[in-house]
T-cell receptor
Framework: AQSVTQLDSHVSVSEGTPVLLRCNYSSSYSPSLFWYVQHPNKGLQLLLKYTSAATLVKGINGFEAEFKKSETSFHLTKPSAHMSDAAEYFCVVSDSGNSGYALNFGKGTSLLVTP | KAGVTQTPRYLIKTRGQQVTLSCSPISGHRSVSWYQQTPGQGLQFLFEYFSETQRNKGNFPGRFSGRQFSNSRSEMNVSTLELGDSALYLC????????????FGSGTRLTVV
């Protein structure tokens, strides 16, 4: 089964500084990887996805992630944090089985942005 | 384009009762999957339906069941509710292949008392 590990449960940055949220994956083949964000009491919003095309993936709101096969990593970055970026972020891998799909979520990283 | 609609938004049930949650996917999406989110276990996959057929199932007891209708709308049912079933239940829709990504609804918050 495919899985992901988010290396930090909490990350705190100052507004205007870079954001780095770390994710490692475990997969026996080239995976489909996603980053989702969840604001308090809201559903999940897709930030970006990697599906074996370009290794550097650009998403919404200035976020991007780089797929590194040699390091089995898919870290999420943003050059400059905004207060509205404060939320829970999930690294996700798609696991296929019985011809269907299931998303396996990491435990989440809570991003705090301070003024 | 309308998003994924889940109803109801909030639900309070008593132990032993059963509950049915509804999900209307994005128009044209044929895959609907369900997830349970709790503080302790995080987000866990329940099941996935595609064109009225269950394609994949997570590790949940048989009290959790679902179905999909010909218009792709889906329902999930939980029978004999337990306190531990209290959670946010999220529905996601997709055209059918994982590389499209998944669009989630706002969820149904179920509280079992």
């Amino acid at each position: 089964a495919q899985s992901v590990t988010q290396l930090d449960s909490h990350v705190s940055v100052s507004e205007g500084t870079p954001v780095l949220l770390r994710c490692n994956y475990s997969s026996s083949y080239s995976p489909s990887l996603f980053w989702y964000v969840q604001h308090p009491n809201k559903g999940l919003q897709l930030l970006l996805k990697y599906t074996s095309a370009a290794t550097l993936v650009k998403g919404i709101n200035g976020f991007e992630a780089e797929f590194k096969k040699s390091e089995t990593s898919f870290h999420l970055t943003k050059p400059s944090a905004h207060m509205s970026d404060a939320a829970e972020y999930f690294c996700v891998v798609s696991d296929s089985g019985n011809s269907g799909y299931a998303l396996n979520f990491g435990k989440g990283t809570s991003l705090l942005v301070t003024p | 384009k309308a998003g994924v609609t889940q109803t109801p938004r909030y639900l309070i049930k008593t132990r032993g009762q059963q509950v049915t949650l509804s999900c209307s996917p994005i128009s044209g999406h044929r895959s609907v999957s369900w997830y349970q989110q709790t503080p302790g276990q995080g987000l866990q996959f329940l099941f996935e339906y595609f064109s009225e057929t269950q394609r994949n199932k997570g590790n949940f007891p048989g009290r959790f069941s679902g179905r999909q209708f010909s218009n792709s709308r889906s329902e999930m049912n939980v029978s004999t509710l337990e306190l531990g079933d209290s959670a946010l239940y999220l529905c996601a829709s997709s055209p059918g292949q994982d590389y499209y990504g998944y669009t989630f609804g706002s969820g149904t918050r179920l509280t079992v008392v």
